[in-house]
T-cell receptor, first 108, second 112 residues
Framework: KNEVEQSPQNLTAQEGEFITINCSYSVGISALHWLQQHPGGGIVSLFMLSSGKKKHGRLIATINIQEKHSSLHITASHPRDSAVYIC??????????FGKGTHLIIQP | DTAVSQTPKYLVTQMGNDKSIKCEQN?????MYWYKQDSKKFLKIMFS???????INETVPNRFSPKSPDKAHLNLHINSLELGDSAVYFC???????????FGPGTRLTVT
């Protein structure tokens, strides 16, 4: 079974800062997801990656399959980015295995 | 239009009762999931259905029984509810070629 580790667990930053959240997993995968959960509880899928890099607005996700590592970056962070960011890996028959999440707070 | 919907949004019930949570998606996806998010906010997969067939069944008590009447619906029935069943339950769907999974808003179940 895949082990998914995220770091940091908690992150507080000032508005405008560049944010990086890291995710490592133990077993080879076919895809990795980054999810965002807002304080209201709803979950939004941000990215699904199997290789390389994806960008959507101020969000960038990268994955290194050989190193079993992915990063989520937020440029020019804003208070509305405050949320829990969850990494999840798709292991086929095991479905999605989730990290414990990174609680991000962006202060004005 | 809501892509993945769940009902009810909140459910408060007593131990020993039987309850159901419904999930519907209007995206034409062929795979649906149930996830449980515990009090520590940790998400874990419970079940996965593809074209109405069960393909993932994690170690979940058999008091939990998913039912998929058609590809657009995956309901979760829970018998003899226990205090430890209190959690937020998320439904999600996807299909080959979709960008990730689409999550429902969640159902907060409180067992008293």
């Amino acid at each position: 079974k895949n082990e998914v580790e995220q770091s940091p667990q908690n992150l507080t930053a000032q508005e405008g800062e560049f944010i990086t959240i890291n995710c490592s997993y133990s077993v080879g995968i076919s895809a990795l997801h980054w999810l965002q959960q807002h304080p209201g509880g709803g979950i939004v899928s941000l990215f699904m990656l199997s290789s390389g890099k994806k960008k959507h607005g101020r969000l960038i996700a990268t994955i290194n399959i050989q190193e079993k590592h992915s990063s989520l970056h937020i440029t020019a962070s804003h208070p509305r980015d405050s949320a829990v960011y969850i990494c999840a890996v798709w292991g086929g028959a095991d479905g999605l295995t989730f990290g414990k999440g990174t609680h991000l707070i962006i202060q004005p | 239009d809501t892509a993945v919907s769940q009902t009810p949004k909140y459910l408060v019930t007593q131990m020993g009762n039987d309850k159901s949570i419904k999930c519907e998606q209007n995206l034409g996806h062929d795979t649906m999931y149930w996830y449980k998010q515990d009090s520590k906010k940790f998400l874990k997969i419970m079940f996965s259905y593809n074209n109405k067939e069960l393909i993932i069944n994690e170690t979940v008590p058999n008091r939990f029984s998913p039912k998929s009447p058609d590809k657009a619906h995956l309901n979760l029935h829970i018998n003899s509810l226990e205090l430890g069943d209190s959690a937020v339950y998320f439904c999600a769907s996807t299909t080959q070629g979709a960008v990730g999974q689409y999550f429902g808003p969640g159902t907060r179940l409180t067992v008293t």
